[in-house]
C-alpha cells in the first residue's frame, strides 16, 4: 500500500522557503513604506526652516524624492502630513523643556529657563513662524499651539514657583517677557544682539517677581 500525504506530514521545503520569502518582501515593503514615510516627513520640515511657510505637496515630494502620488498615500492630506511633523518636533524638544531647573536660586532657574527656551526659539523659529500664520487654516495648528503654550505656562510656575504666590499680573507678566513672540521681535525685528535681548528680558523678570514678591533673593526650600 502506497503511503498518501497527510495533513500531519511537515509541508514540503519548497514550500516553507516560499513563505519566508513573502515574508522578507512584506518586511521589505514596511521598511521601504516607512523610509518614505520619513523622507516626506523630514522633506516638509526642511522646507519650512528654509522659509517656505506653506509648502505645497509638489515641493514636499520633489524635496524627498518621491511621486507626488505617495505623499497622499502615507498621509490623507496636508493637515494630516503637519499634525506628524509637530508630533515629532514636540517629541524632539519636550525633554529639554522638562530638563529646566526647578531647584537653586531664582537667578540659576530663570537662566536654565531662558537658556532652554532660546535654544528652542532659534531652532524652531520658522516653524513657529508658519504655524503662528496657517493656525487660521489648520485645526491641528491651533490645537498644538494652546498645548505648547499650556506646556510653557507648566514650566514657568515650576521653574519660577515665586509666580505661584504672584499676583495674575506679574504671572502674564512674565510669561509674557518670556514668551517666542517677545523672543523674536527684540532679536529680528528691533535687531538687538542676543545677549543684550537676554540681559534686558532676564532683568525685568527678576524685577518683576522681586517687587512683587518683596523678598530677594530666592533660594530653593524645595
Known sequence: MTDQPTDLQPAPVTNRANR???GDEKDGRRARSEKSRELIKNAMIALIKEGVREPTAQLV???AGVGI???FRHFEDMET???AMNEETLAKYAPLVLGTLSTGTLEDRLDSL???RENIYSDCRELVLSSLGLRWKYTTLKKTYAAVNAGYRRQLMTCLFELKEATKETQQAAELLLSFETWNRLVYHQEMARDAARTMVRNLVLRQIQD???SPPYASSQ
Open 61 to 63: 515630494s520633489e524635496r
Open 20 to 22: 519566508a520569502a513573502a
Open 81 to 83: 502630513l503637519i499634525r
Open 69 to 71: 502620488r505617495s505623499v
Open 114 to 116: 531662558m537658556s532652554v
Open 212 to 214: 512683587d514678591c518683596q
